[in-house]
C-alpha cells in the first residue's frame, strides 16, 4: 500500500465510488469495496474528502453518459488543487468509450472496464507510483472473484451474481457490446457465496445476471438456473431467493415450477416484454411473439397463483405505429402487471437499431409513455386495493423516509410496505429487550402486517397483533 491518505483524521485512504445505473453495478461496487478494504482503504460518503474518486458507469442511454462527462468535468478544478487526487472510470462507459475518456478528461487517472475491475488495487498502485494514466479495457477476460462477504451495505440482503454478459443482441442494446459474451458462473461458486452470506447473516439473496434464464450455458453440466435454485434452496437460514433479469425466450416450466414449489423462491418475476407487437418485437429482436409471452404469464399464474410479475415497456421504436402501440396498450391491461418501468425510444450509438430511422416524435414518444404510466399506475393501485384486510410477510429493510416512527419492507411478491413499528403493538417487547424503543432494532427481521391503505406503489399497514 503506497497510497497515503490527504485529508481527515483517519490514516486509510479514502475512496469514494458513485454508482450509476442498474443492481449489477451496484453489486460491481460492492465487490471493488470489499477488493479495496482488503488493501487497506476506508469507503467514505462524502467526496470532499476522498484520496480516491470512482465512477461505475452506466451506458444503456446516452444521457447516462453524458451526465458522468458533466461529474468529471466538475472535478478538474479540484485535480488542478490536489494533483494527487485519483479519478477513475469503471464499468460499461468505460467499457463502451475507452481511451475517449482520457482524451476528453486529461484529468482522470484511470478507465476500466466491466471485466477488469477486479484489479483495482493494482492499478490505483501503479497510478501512484508512476503518476500515468491507465486504459484497461480487455475483453477477454472472465470475471472471477472471491467476495469479501463482511463487507456489505446492507446486511441482511444481498445480490449475488450468477452470470454475467449477454448473447442475446436485442437491436436496441449496448449491453452485450459492453459486458462481453454469457458467462455462467459455477454452482459450486455460488453456492459457498451464498453460504458465507448467510453466514454474515443475511436473509435474502437476488441472483443477477443480464439473462439468468440462461444460466448454465457454457458449463460443463447440466446445470440450470431451476436445478440452481433447488441447490440454494437447501441452504440453512435462506429465507428469500429472487432472480433478475428473464428473458421470455428463455423462461421454461422447469423455472416456474421451481418458483412455485421451492420455500424460499419468491413469487415474483421480472419478464420484460418490451412491446405487444409482433412486428416491433421482431424489429427488437427479441425471438418471441406477444401470444408467447402470453402463454408464459398463463403458466406461471397456473403453476404459481399468488404471483406478481413486472414488465419493462419501449415506446416510439423505430416504425411503432398507433397499431403497435394499441397492441402494447392491450397486452398491458391483460397481464395486469404489479409494476412497468417504460423508457422513451432513443437510438443507440452502435446497436444494431441506430440504423432504422428514429421517425417517431419526441411529442408522440412523450404522450405513449404518459398512457402506459397511467394504465400501470391504474392497474397497480386495483391490484393493491385488493390486498387490503390480508396479511403479507414484509422483511424490514428501514425506517420510512417520510417518517421515522414507521418501518418500511418488502412482500416476498416484491411490494413495498410501510407500517407501524412493532413495539406499538407488543408493548411488552419493550420491558424485555432495551432496543425495542427503536423501530430500527427491526431492520432486517420478517414481521406480519395486515394491510389497511393502498396506493398504486405502496401498500399500508400495521403489524398483526
Ligand atoms: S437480453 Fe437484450 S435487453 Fe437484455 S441485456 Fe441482453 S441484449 Fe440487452
Given at each position: 500500500?503506497?497510497?497515503?491518505?490527504?485529508?481527515?483524521?483517519?490514516?486509510?485512504?479514502?475512496?469514494?465510488?458513485?454508482?450509476?445505473?442498474?443492481?449489477?453495478?451496484?453489486?460491481?461496487?460492492?465487490?471493488?469495496?470489499?477488493?479495496?478494504?482488503?488493501?487497506?482503504?476506508?469507503?467514505?460518503?462524502?467526496?470532499?474528502?476522498?484520496?480516491?474518486?470512482?465512477?461505475?458507469?452506466?451506458?444503456?442511454?446516452?444521457?447516462?453518459?453524458?451526465?458522468?462527462?458533466?461529474?468529471?468535468?466538475?472535478?478538474?478544478?479540484?485535480?488542478?488543487?490536489?494533483?494527487?487526487?485519483?479519478?477513475?472510470?469503471?464499468?460499461?462507459?468505460?467499457?463502451?468509450?475507452?481511451?475517449?475518456?482520457?482524451?476528453?478528461?486529461?484529468?482522470?487517472?484511470?478507465?476500466?472496464?466491466?471485466?477488469?475491475?477486479?484489479?483495482?488495487?493494482?492499478?490505483?498502485?501503479?497510478?501512484?507510483?508512476?503518476?500515468?494514466?491507465?486504459?484497461?479495457?480487455?475483453?477477454?477476460?472472465?470475471?472471477?472473484?472471491?467476495?469479501?462477504?463482511?463487507?456489505?451495505?446492507?446486511?441482511?440482503?444481498?445480490?449475488?451474481?450468477?452470470?454475467?454478459?449477454?448473447?442475446?443482441?436485442?437491436?436496441?442494446?449496448?449491453?452485450?457490446?459492453?459486458?462481453?459474451?454469457?458467462?455462467?458462473?459455477?454452482?459450486?461458486?455460488?453456492?459457498?457465496?451464498v453460504k458465507g452470506l448467510v453466514d454474515?447473516?443475511?436473509?435474502?439473496?437476488?441472483?443477477?445476471?443480464?439473462?439468468?434464464?440462461?444460466?448454465?450455458?457454457?458449463?460443463?453440466?447440466?446445470?440450470?438456473?431451476?436445478?440452481?435454485?433447488?441447490?440454494?434452496?437447501?441452504?440453512?437460514?435462506?429465507?428469500?431467493?429472487?432472480?433478475?433479469?428473464?428473458?421470455?425466450?428463455?423462461?421454461?416450466?422447469?423455472?416456474?415450477?421451481?418458483?412455485?414449489?421451492?420455500?424460499?423462491?419468491?413469487?415474483?418475476?421480472?419478464?420484460?416484454?418490451?412491446?405487444?407487437?409482433?412486428?416491433?418485437?421482431?424489429?427488437?429482436?427479441?425471438?418471441?411473439?406477444?401470444?408467447?409471452?402470453?402463454?408464459?404469464?398463463?403458466?406461471?399464474?397456473?403453476?404459481?397463483?399468488?404471483?406478481?410479475?413486472?414488465?419493462?415497456?419501449?415506446?416510439?421504436?423505430?416504425?411503432?405505429?398507433?397499431?403497435?402501440?394499441?397492441?402494447?396498450?392491450?397486452?398491458?391491461?391483460?397481464?395486469?402487471?404489479?409494476?412497468?418501468?417504460?423508457?422513451?425510444?432513443?437510438?443507440?450509438?452502435?446497436?444494431?437499431?441506430?440504423?432504422?430511422?428514429?421517425?417517431?416524435t419526441e411529442e408522440i414518444k412523450k404522450?405513449?409513455?404518459?398512457?402506459?404510466?397511467?394504465?400501470?399506475?391504474?392497474?397497480?393501485?386495483?391490484?393493491?386495493?385488493?390486498?387490503?384486510?390480508?396479511?403479507?410477510?414484509?422483511?424490514?429493510?428501514?425506517?420510512?423516509?417520510?417518517?421515522?416512527?414507521?418501518?418500511?419492507?418488502?412482500?416476498?411478491?416484491?411490494?413495498?410496505?410501510?407500517?407501524?413499528?412493532?413495539?406499538?403493538?407488543?408493548?411488552?417487547?419493550?420491558?424485555?429487550?432495551?432496543?425495542?424503543?427503536?423501530?430500527?432494532?427491526?431492520?432486517?427481521?420478517?414481521?406480519?402486517?395486515?394491510?389497511?391503505?393502498?396506493?398504486?406503489?405502496?401498500?399500508?399497514?400495521?403489524?398483526?397483533?
Amino acid at each position: 500500500m503506497t497510497i497515503k491518505p490527504k485529508t481527515g483524521n483517519n490514516n486509510l485512504p479514502k475512496v469514494f465510488i458513485k454508482t450509476f445505473g442498474c443492481q449489477m453495478n451496484k453489486l460491481d461496487s460492492e465487490l471493488i469495496f470489499g477488493s479495496l478494504v482488503k488493501k487497506g482503504y476506508m469507503l467514505v460518503s462524502d467526496e470532499e474528502i476522498a484520496d480516491v474518486i470512482l465512477f461505475n458507469t452506466c451506458s444503456v442511454r446516452q444521457k447516462a453518459e453524458d451526465k458522468v462527462y458533466s461529474q468529471l468535468g466538475r472535478l478538474k478544478k479540484r485535480k488542478e488543487e490536489r494533483p494527487d487526487l485519483i479519478i477513475g472510470v469503471m464499468g460499461c462507459m468505460a467499457q463502451n468509450e475507452g481511451e475517449k475518456i482520457l482524451e476528453r478528461m486529461p484529468h482522470v487517472s484511470l478507465v476500466c472496464g466491466t471485466r477488469m475491475f477486479l484489479k483495482l488495487p493494482s492499478f490505483l498502485e501503479e497510478i501512484n507510483r508512476s503518476n500515468r494514466q491507465i486504459l484497461a479495457i480487455n475483453e477477454d477476460v472472465t470475471v472471477d472473484y472471491d467476495r469479501l462477504v463482511t463487507q456489505r451495505l446492507n446486511r441482511f440482503s444481498a445480490f449475488v451474481s450468477i452470470m454475467r454478459g449477454c448473447d442475446n443482441y436485442c437491436s436496441y442494446c449496448i449491453v452485450p457490446y459492453v459486458r462481453g459474451r454469457e458467462f455462467s458462473r459455477s454452482v459450486e461458486d455460488i453456492v459457498n457465496e451464498v453460504k458465507g452470506l448467510v453466514d454474515d447473516g443475511c436473509k435474502e439473496i437476488t441472483l443477477l445476471g443480464q439473462n439468468v434464464n440462461s444460466y448454465g450455458k457454457g458449463l460443463h453440466s447440466n446445470s440450470t438456473l431451476a436445478t440452481l435454485l433447488q441447490k440454494l434452496d437447501t441452504v440453512d437460514g435462506i429465507e428469500r431467493i429472487r432472480f433478475v433479469t428473464s428473458h421470455p425466450k428463455d423462461m421454461s416450466k422447469e423455472i416456474l415450477e421451481a418458483v412455485g414449489e421451492l420455500r424460499s423462491v419468491c413469487e415474483h418475476l421480472h419478464m420484460p416484454a418490451q412491446s405487444g407487437s409482433d412486428r416491433i418485437l421482431q424489429k427488437m429482436r427479441r425471438f418471441y411473439t406477444s401470444s408467447q409471452y402470453r402463454e408464459l404469464i398463463d403458466m406461471a399464474r397456473d403453476l404459481v397463483p399468488d404471483i406478481t410479475i413486472a414488465s419493462d415497456f419501449i415506446v416510439g421504436f423505430p416504425g411503432e405505429s398507433d397499431d403497435d402501440f394499441n397492441d402494447t396498450v392491450t397486452l398491458m391491461k391483460e397481464v395486469r402487471y404489479q409494476n412497468c418501468f417504460t423508457f422513451k425510444y432513443s437510438p443507440r450509438t452502435g446497436t444494431y437499431a441506430e440504423k432504422f430511422v428514429d421517425d417517431v416524435t419526441e411529442e408522440i414518444k412523450k404522450k405513449r409513455n404518459h398512457i402506459l404510466l397511467e394504465l400501470q399506475s391504474e392497474i397497480s393501485t386495483k391490484m393493491n386495493k385488493e390486498k387490503i384486510g390480508k396479511s403479507v410477510e414484509v422483511l424490514v429493510e428501514g425506517t420510512s423516509k417520510t417518517d421515522k416512527s414507521k418501518l418500511t419492507g418488502r412482500t416476498r411478491q416484491n411490494q413495498i410496505v410501510v407500517f407501524h413499528s412493532p413495539e406499538r403493538f407488543f408493548p411488552e417487547h419493550s420491558i424485555s429487550d432495551s432496543r425495542a424503543g427503536d423501530p430500527s432494532s427491526f431492520i432486517g427481521k420478517l414481521v406480519n402486517v395486515t394491510i389497511n391503505d393502498a396506493t398504486d406503489l405502496t401498500l399500508y399497514g400495521c403489524v398483526r397483533e
